[in-house]
């Protein structure tokens, strides 16, 4: 906020956060915490912003540690985050048609099933494995 106007912003989910355009629910312990959804007005990109609530964000919450998804077909997120991101916990490829949701998880990523055909009312379940 500029004083003036929203120039930019960041949601934080804690415990759980609902992906349901992809019939995904990210299942959280209580030291974990989800950033998505970012956005920083046109006018204001390219000058900082995003980093500005990045860093307040995570300055203000030492007690959880932050996760993120990046997009690696996506530069300017994948550049924008390059300095905080201390490992790849995983992969997860997901979508859903007509309904019926699919996903796939690498490394420390783990699911409850690969289908939901009911993905509004039964997500698929993802969670950090144990060993992270």
Do not use: M
């Not at 964000?57 to 201390?86: E, F, M, Q, W």
């Not at 009312?121 to 144990?130: D, E, G, M, N, T």
């Amino acid at each position: 906020y500029n004083g003036a106007e929203v120039i930019g912003g960041l949601w934080r989910a804690i415990g759980q956060f609902d992906e349901s355009e992809l019939g995904l629910r990210w299942i959280l312990p209580r030291d974990q915490a989800w950033i998505y959804s970012s956005h920083v007005a046109k006018s204001w990109r390219r000058q900082g912003v995003y980093r500005e609530l990045l860093d307040h964000v995570l300055g203000d919450d030492a007690s959880h540690t932050h996760y993120c998804a990046i997009n690696p077909t996506n530069k300017r997120s994948v550049a924008a985050h390059a300095d905080l991101v201390n490992s790849c916990v995983g992969t997860c490829i997901a979508f859903r048609v007509l309904g019926i949701a699919v996903t796939w998880t690498t490394q420390n990523l783990c699911f409850d099933r690969h289908l939901s055909f009911d993905s509004r009312a039964k997500p698929i379940q993802v969670r950090l494995s144990a060993q992270v």
